[in-house]
């Protein structure tokens, strides 16, 4: 499963020429031009990150950013600003954004603070996050591994795990589980989520993963 990440500038260009690189390097990438197309793609779908550029068509990157973090998404977020903006950053940081890059970068430095602000969001140094002795998980591409062995988890039992990840010893509702693995348009099932969890607990072990009655569950990290 790869991370999606979601990509907000307005320059056709150099949107075509990052969605290509990053495509390049085994991401999923949503692209979008405007803030309001990009409101309609954010509300639909479940990201990763999103990368977004302050000067864009409707609304700044920033103030967008903003409105985001007040209606609770805390999904990872990069902005993109000119070498001139000088104010752009702490503006950004104000508005909650995890890093910031000018332009003109260079694509391998884009990479690198998306894997950094991934890496953070796991609470990781590395992009392999150790379970226990027997079980790792990869953070980029949300693959799990038992005794060495590849475990071949179903993207929405992938997502569910990184969640469990990222809330470590915290109460996860059945509502924020639904936002997280349901796209818009589709229908949350209760029967599907006690089936990813059941295949969780397979692998985990059943102590790993609490169900906490009538609210959600709670992954236990030690």
Known sequence: MKPKIFLLEDDIELNDTVAQFLRHNDFEIVQSFDAEDAKVKIFETHF???LMDVKVPFQSGIDLLGELRRNGNDTPAIIITSLH??????????AGCDDYIRKPFALKELLARIEAVIKRRYKSSDNL???DENRIFDALNFRLTVDGEKVALKPKEAKLLALFLQNPDKTVTKEEIFDHLWDYGETPS???LRTFVKVLRKHLGKKRIETVKEVGYRYVSQ
């Open 85 to 94: 903006g000088v104010d752009d950053a702490t503006r950004g940081f104000d």
């Open 129 to 131: 996050i150790k379970i």
């Open 190 to 192: 209760e029967g599907s």
């Open 48 to 50: 990763d990150l999103w």
